[in-house]
């Protein structure tokens, strides 16, 4: 689904009702929430992409709605125990998760949770996607898919890439290009996607398909060389590097998205608030500066949109990694 095109329609919306004349009156939900701080989990380690997207998205939030939003990382798990923590917190509306498409995984990495993704947790809002990109050491011979393609298939198990753990979606969509390609290579597991980018250029392993944010530096050097990104359109940081999509490979679509949830049970209006209230966030042009900064494309979606997508994506990555044979238990 494409939720830029969602964005821009709901943007447009919310055009009239907040206009440049109440552009700095506080917002408020029903009955008269919130009174008093939220806080934010964010189920990663502070410093990192997500993290940073988080804090940008709640600091424009604070503006708005004029009660302090706290971010509060709990990393680990493949980001479990966050999702845990917010499922069993009180539906109260105070007690948000900035989930990641590693939400959409757990359920089939892990033989058991401590909390069902679908029962436990309510949509709120798609926010951003940090595309990845399938970026190589220049040692090999390649400077396209095909070639790429072409120079694994003539060389079955000699090369290697580097992701950010097992499991991790840069472990997954690269095991599931190569699925989808009849290719083998090697697996090589980092402890995130900073050290695996840095293991490419290094040549420790020789590909990986990691967030733009982690490629980049090294691709604005000329330490990797891109061969394509994994969202159905270009991101902007790399406006002349095809997708995977346009380049034999229609339709496939892998992207490290992010999201906004609630603990199951939150009543429906407060829901309602704080999406309408994060599509503003998002609307904004210094978040999105900001977000575009760290490669992110800004998404946004309805309650029911992100509900649908996040079924879709669960749907997907059971079947990918049940294929695979890869558990974390």
């Known amino acids: 689904m494409r939720y830029r095109k969602t964005l821009l329609i709901a943007l447009s919306a919310l055009a009239i009702p907040f206009g440049l004349g109440v552009s700095h009156a506080q917002s408020k939900g029903p009955n008269g929430y919130p009174d008093k701080p939220l806080r934010i989990v964010v189920p990663f380690a502070p410093g990192g992409a997500t993290d940073i997207i988080a804090r940008v998205i709640a600091q424009?939030?604070?503006e708005q709605?004029?009660?302090?939003?706290?971010?509060?990382?709990?990393?680990?798990?493949?980001?479990?125990?966050?999702?845990?923590?917010?499922?069993?917190?009180?539906?109260d509306g105070y007690t948000l998760l900035y989930n990641t498409s590693s939400i959409a995984m757990s359920p089939a990495l892990y033989k058991s949770l401590s909390y069902d993704v679908l029962t436990d947790l309510e949509p709120v809002v798609l926010t951003s996607v940090v595309p990845l990109v399938l970026a190589i050491n220049p040692s090999m011979n390649a400077n396209n898919l095909q070639e790429f393609?072409?120079?694994?298939?003539?060389?079955?198990?000699?090369?290697?890439?580097?992701?950010?753990?097992?499991?991790?979606?840069?472990?997954?969509?690269?095991?599931?290009?190569?699925?989808?390609?009849?290719?083998?290579?090697?697996?090589?597991?980092?402890?995130?996607?900073?050290?695996?980018?840095?293991?490419?250029?290094?040549?420790?392993?020789?590909?990986?398909?990691?967030?733009?944010?982690?490629?980049?530096?090294?691709?604005?050097?000329?330490?990797?060389?891109p061969i394509a990104v994994t969202t159905l359109d270009r991101s902007p940081v790399l406006k002349?590097?095809?997708?995977?999509?346009?380049?034999?490979?229609?339709?496939?679509?892998?992207?490290?998205?992010?999201?906004?949830?609630?603990?199951?049970?939150?009543?429906?209006?407060?829901?309602?608030?704080?999406?309408?209230?994060?599509m503003k966030a998002l609307a904004?042009?210094?978040?999105?500066?900001?977000?575009?900064?760290?490669?992110?494309?800004?998404?946004?979606?309805?309650?029911?949109?992100?509900?649908?997508?996040?079924?879709?994506?669960?749907?997907?990555?059971?079947?990918?990694?049940?294929?695979?044979?890869?558990t974390l238990d």
């Not at 079955?156 to 969509?173: D, E, L, R």
């Not at 995977?244 to 609630?262: D, K, R």
Request: avoid cysteine; proline fraction near 6%; charge should be positive.
């Open 240 to 278: 002349d590097i095809p997708t995977l999509s346009e380049s034999g490979m229609p339709g496939f679509e892998i992207g490290a998205w992010q999201a906004i949830m609630v603990p199951a049970k939150t009543a429906p209006e407060v829901v309602s608030f704080l999406n309408r209230e994060i």
């Open 149 to 225: 393609i072409a120079l694994l298939k003539a060389n079955p198990n000699k090369y290697s890439y580097g992701n950010a753990g097992i499991g991790n979606i840069t472990h997954m969509a690269s095991y599931l290009l190569l699925q989808t390609q009849g290719l083998s290579a090697a697996s090589i597991p980092y402890k995130g996607s900073g050290p695996s980018a840095v293991a490419t250029v290094g040549g420790e392993v020789q590909f990986n398909m990691e967030p733009i944010n982690a490629n980049l530096p090294f691709i604005r050097t000329q330490r990797l060389r």
């Open 65 to 91: 709605i004029g009660q302090q939003i706290i971010v509060e990382n709990k990393a680990g798990a493949n980001g479990n125990i966050a999702s845990a923590y917010v499922a069993k917190a009180p539906a």
């Open 60 to 62: 424009k939030l604070t």
């Open 284 to 326: 904004d042009p210094e978040v999105k500066e900001k977000l575009e900064v760290q490669g992110a494309q800004i998404l946004g979606s309805t309650p029911e949109e992100y509900g649908k997508y996040l079924r879709s994506e669960l749907r997907r990555w059971n079947e990918v990694i049940k294929s695979s044979g890869v």
